[in-house]
């Protein structure tokens, strides 16, 4: 069965949505690499890396249902922050946006009862609750670090130990 248009058109956006998390998160990484702090650095950079994976997971479901996924031009990311504070603050609020997207393309798919769509969109609403959890996590540890040098040289070993994991893009 065919995807009706405005789910294609919200799965695109959601692809560029997933590539301009890609974009700020690789953004990121360049930034705390210029500082010294290669471990935050190589986080964002593991991030990044997982970013895309999300985008072509959603390019490859579309593939499967007969749909060419149309590729959206992308958004300049920030390029300069003060400090790792800001950054993952500034992450913590962007993965609340890509949740609250995730979370109206169920409605849509719901409410055209494409169930497909649907049930291909739950390991997103899972995965959300991870990206969020981590961002988190790492933005509370910071904020505990506050002014003391040591610590935040203590969570830049500790990022720096990131493996990345490549996302299962099989949608069957
Ligand atoms: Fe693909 Fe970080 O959400």
């Known amino acids: 069965m065919k995807i009706k248009e405005n789910i294609l058109n919200a799965l695109n956006g959601q692809i560029k949505a997933e590539f301009d998390s890609a974009f700020l998160y690789l953004s990121m990484a360049a930034d705390m690499y210029k500082i010294g702090l290669d471990g935050i650095g190589h986080w964002l950079y593991v991030q990044y890396r997982e970013e895309q994976d999300h985008a072509l997971k959603i390019f490859n479901y579309l593939v499967q249902r007969g749909e060419k996924p149309e590729l959206l031009a992308l958004e300049q990311p920030v390029y300069e922050w003060e400090e790792p504070c800001d950054i993952f603050r500034l992450a913590l609020e962007h993965e609340q946006f890509v949740t609250r997207s995730i979370n109206e393309l169920v409605s849509l798919a719901k409410s055209e009862e494409d169930y497909a769509t649907d049930v ?32 935040l040289l203590f969570i830049d070993d500790e990022l720096s130990e990131r493996k990345y994991e490549p996302i299962d893009q099989e949608t069957d």
Request: proline content about 0%.
């Open 120 to 151: 291909f969109l739950h390991w997103y609403v899972m995965e959300q609750i991870e990206e969020e959890r981590q961002v988190q996590d790492i933005l509370d540890k910071i904020r505990m670090a506050g002014e003391n040098g040591n610590g």
